[in-house]
């Protein structure tokens, strides 16, 4: 509750305010090291993307996803094929089994990934 009080004070004053996970995003693209995001391809995902991959690695369907963020089945379609590209998946299978282990573990192993 603190950081959301702190963030709202923030952007009334003026200022931007980014949470961590974002100026860690941010900084790592102006950077342009791309040996980091081969080193963990979850980073290559936007916040949304990291969302709903948590989320089908919970097991929630597309259609419960799509609810529980208010948004339309069709852009959760979207989001799913965006993950799918950046992390490298053929297939609906490959993302689950991936979405599940890194759910479980947080990481992803290469034999997970392939």
Known sequence: MESVVFAIRQVLAGNLY????????????LSGDSG??????????T??????FRLI???F????????????IKTIGTY????KEKLGLRNATE????????ENTKKITPSVQA
Do not use: C, M, Y
């Open 18 to 29: 980014f949470n961590d996970q974002v100026k860690e995003h941010i900084l790592f693209q």
């Open 36 to 45: 980091a995001a081969d080193a963990d391809p979850i980073k290559r995902l």
């Open 47 to 52: 916040n949304r993307e990291l969302e709903v």
């Open 57 to 59: 690695g919970r097991g």
């Open 61 to 72: 369907s597309t259609r419960d996803i799509a609810g529980k963020l208010n948004l339309s």
């Open 80 to 83: 799913r094929e965006r993950i």
């Open 95 to 102: 993302l689950v089994r991936l979405a599940v282990h890194w």
